[in-house]
C-alpha cells in the first residue's frame, strides 16, 4: 500500500495521548473494607470489573478511530508502476479515402472520431495529428469542432512516417512512458519496416462490414479521322456479371448514359462516342455505397492550339510538309539563305534539314533558342562540315561527331520505352521492315538512343526537346522517308516542342502543362474553378507560358487557366485511386505490436492500467462506525 501524503503518519504519534489519559483513569487508592460492610464486597467488586472493561473498550476504539482518520487523510492507494509515472498520449487518426467505407452505416473516420470523443477525458492532455493536419498538447474537448469536419484526402502516411512524425511529438523525457496510439484501416500501401520499440505503441484496426468498392480508375481518348472520337471508361472492384449504371455529363448536361458489366476479375470497360471538335468538360458518375471519392472521374477536351514548326532545309524533298499538316501545326520552310532570324522567337519547333554548315550568327540564335526550352530536331547533311557541327553541337551538351563512314546497315532497334514512343506500339515489334542507310556518322554522346542500326549503332538520339540524327534522310543515303517509322517519330518530335495537354491529370504528383500563351507585363496566369482559385508556379518563355502543378490543386475537378479573367483552357484532376482496392494487412502476422478492433476496448485496457485503488472513503467509513461504536458502549456498557 502507498500514501499520496505520507508525511501525515506522523500523526499517529497522537495516539499516545487517550493510552496515558486511560492509563492515569486506572490508578485507584487501595480500600480496605470495615465489618459493616463486609456484605457488599462481592457486589463492589463486581462493579470494579464491568467499569475496568468498558474503559478499555473505549480506549480501543477510541485509538481505532484516531487511527482511522489519520490514515484517511494520508489516503491509501495501491496501484501498478506504470500508473504511476508520468504518461505522453500521441494520437494518429487516418483521414485518408478508405476510411470512407462504412461500418453499421458510419464511415469508419467518423465512428473513430465519435470513440475517441466519448473515451478520450476532457482533462486528458494529448497531442494528434492526421495525413494532412497535426493538434499538439490539447484536449479532445478543444479539437472536437475540428475532428468532426476533418476532410478526406488522397495522402496516407505510411508506419515508418507516422512513428518519425509521432516522436516529434513527445518531449525527450526518459522518464515518461510514451503510448503511441495509431487508428487506421491499415491498407498494404501502409505497410513499414518495424514497430519501435521505445514507444508503447496501440494499433487500432477498424474495418468496413464489406470490403466491395467499384471505382471508375481512368479513361482514355481515341482520335479519329472521322467526326467520331471514343473515350474508354475503365471501371474495377465490380461483382461478375453485374451492371452498373455510369453516366457521362458535359459540366452538368447528360449527355450519354451506359451500364458497365463486369468480368471474373471484377473489370469492365464502356465506350462513349463524341464528336470531334466538340470541347468537352466532362464527368463521369457511378452510384456505389461503398467509397465515395472514387464514384466520380473528370476529364476535358479542348481544342488544340497549333504548333509552330520551322525547318531551315536545303533539302528538295517535301517530306516535312506532308508530315506537319495544317490542322496540328503551323508549318512554315525557309531555305538557309532566305531566313529572317527574328521569326524563331515564335516558333515551338526547328528543325535544320539537310545542312552543310550552320552559321555562327544562327548558331549563337538556336542555342538561345533552345535556352529557352525550344525543340531542336538536327538531320545533318551527307557532305556536312563536322567542325563547324561539332562548334555548334558543343553549346547543346556532350555531343560530338567523330567520322563519316560508309556502309550499308539497317535500322534493327527502337527504344520502345522512350517518350517519343510512349503509346504508339501495343507491343514490342520485332518484324517490321527495317529501313537502311549508306552513310552515317559516328557520333559521341551521352543522350539516349531512340533508334539504332546494326551493331548498336545510334541512328537517332536525344530527348526533353533535343532530337539528333546520324544520318542524311536523302532518298539517295536512305529509305527511312518511306518507312511507317518516319510518322510518329516526327510527329512525336514536333509535339513534344508544345507539351500535349492530356485529358486529365492526377493530383498529387507533378504535372507540366504548357499553354500557347506568353502573359504581356506583370500578367499571371491564374487557375481557378467555381469556388477555388489558386496561381501555379509558372515559366515564360518566347512562344508559350509552362505551369507546373505540385501541390495545388488539392480538390478534383475541372478547372479554367485564364489570363486577366480571359479563359484560355481547361485542365482536370482526379484523386489518385491508390485507397480503392481495400487491401488490409494482417496485422497479427506482420507486425508485433499491442492490436485492438476497436477505440473503445483500447481506451478500457489504457485505464485499467492507469487504474489507481483508493481506499481512504473506506478508512472515513470505518471512523464513523467506530464513533457509533464508542457512542454503543457508552450507553450500553455499564
Known sequence: MQFKHPEILWALFLLLIPIVIHLFQLRRFQKTPFTNVAML???????????????????????????????????????????????????????????????????????????????????????????????????????????????????????????????????????????????????????????????NTYLVQIQPNSGYNVAVDSVSLHEAVSEQRKITVFISGGQPEEDLPISLYNSDTLIAKSSATFNDRGRASIDFSLLSGVVINGRLQIADNSLGYDNRFFFNIDQKPKINVLAISNSDSDYLERLYTEDEFNFTRNELDQLNYSVLDKQAVVILDNLESIPQSLQKVLHAFRADGGTLIIVPSVNADLANYNQFLSGLGAIRLLEKLQADRRITSISFDHPLYANVFEKNVTNFQYPSVSQYFSIQTKLPNVLGMEGNIPFLFGDDGLYLFSASLELSNTNFKNSPLIVPTFYNMGVSGLKTPKIYHTLGRPEVVDVAVQPTGDNILKVSNDSYEFIPQQQRFSNRTRLTFDENPTIDGTYTIHENDAPLRNISFNFPRNESMLNYMDLEKSLAANIHDSVEELFQQLKAESSISAYWKWFVILALLLALLEVIIQKFVA
Open 41 to 199: 464486597q462481592k457486589v463492589v467488586s463486581e462493579s470494579r470489573k464491568s467499569q475496568s472493561l468498558k474503559k478499555w473498550l473505549l480506549l480501543v476504539t477510541r485509538i481505532s478511530l484516531l487511527a482511522s482518520l489519520v490514515l484517511a487523510f494520508a489516503q491509501p492507494f495501491v496501484a501498478n508502476e506504470a500508473a504511476l509515472k508520468e504518461k505522453e498520449t500521441v494520437i494518429y487518426l487516418d483521414n485518408s479515402f478508405s476510411m470512407q467505407a462504412k461500418k453499421n452505416g458510419l464511415p469508419l473516420l467518423q465512428k473513430a472520431i465519435q470513440d475517441l470523443i466519448k473515451n478520450v477525458g476532457d482533462e486528458h492532455t494529448l497531442s494528434l495529428f492526421t495525413n494532412e493536419n497535426t493538434f499538439r498538447d490539447v484536449n479532445i474537448k478543444n479539437i472536437q469542432n475540428n475532428l468532426l469536419s476533418l476532410p478526406y484526402t488522397h495522402r496516407q502516411l505510411s508506419l515508418d512516417e507516422i512513428q518519425i512524425k509521432a516522436k516529434t511529438l513527445f518531449s525527450n523525457s526518459s522518464a515518461s512512458i510514451k503510448d503511441l496510439i495509431i487508428i487506421s484501416d491499415f491498407q498494404q500501401r501502409m505497410r513499414g519496416s518495424t514497430i519501435d520499440s521505445i514507444l
